[in-house]
């Protein structure tokens, strides 16, 4: 392999590694020349395109359909509509704040952010440890919880919906914790 082969292997294994958002990125291109590299994630975000944003999706578009076939047809009680209607509507909101869910490392505060739902700020002062709870039998995808606890206080937590890949927000736990310069470790992982 030439030099130039080389170099561009290890730039495109580079990239994608970036682009996968990895906290720790470990290559070995050749066997005795390999690149440990630590990558700060300051911000992560669900996805769109991702299997529980799909079957959201999906809910949506039956309860959409459901609820235009009871407005459109008089076999069914207007009681019957308005809560298809109901259902629907309430599918689409919980579809549109699970997908533009967003966390931020800001100053010394974790932001949580999201189209419909409240700012929420959890202070990393005086943090002992971050419990990150994966709910669900796929061990890449489910619901994800996050809590932070603290020292006299009760734990702050954040629900997460169904959009999100877990090895993305495990990177963003570890680059909180690298830029707190924990003596310890605090992240932990129960499923």
């Excluded at 974790?110 to 409240?118: C, D, N, P, Q, W």
């Excluded at 993305?168 to 736990?173: G, I, Y």
Aim: charged fraction near 20%; aromatic fraction near 8%; proline fraction near 2%.
């Amino acid at each position: 392999m030439t030099w130039m082969g080389l170099l561009g292997y290890w730039f495109n294994e580079l990239h994608a590694a970036l682009q996968a958002d990895c906290s720790i990125l470990d290559r070995d291109a050749v066997g005795w020349w390999s690149m440990k590299e630590t990558v700060c994630v300051r911000e992560v975000h669900a996805e769109v395109f991702s299997i529980g944003g799909a079957l959201i999706l999906m809910l949506c578009i039956v309860l959409t359909v459901v609820s235009i076939m009871a407005v459109s047809t008089s076999e069914l009680t207007g009681l019957q509509a308005v809560i298809a209607i109901i259902l629907t509507i309430a599918a689409w909101i919980y579809y549109v704040i699970s997908v533009t869910e967003r966390l931020q490392l800001v100053d010394h505060a974790i932001e949580y952010t999201s189209f419909l739902a409240k700012r929420r700020f959890i202070h990393l002062t005086d943090l002992e440890a971050m419990l990150l709870v994966h709910q669900g039998f796929n061990l890449e995808r489910g619901i994800e919880t996050i809590e932070f606890q603290r020292r006299g206080s009760k734990p702050d937590r954040i629900a997460l919906g169904p959009c999100w890949q877990h090895h993305r927000l495990e990177a963003f736990l570890h680059s909180v914790e690298e830029a707190m310069n924990a003596p310890k470790q605090l992240l932990e992982e129960a499923r």
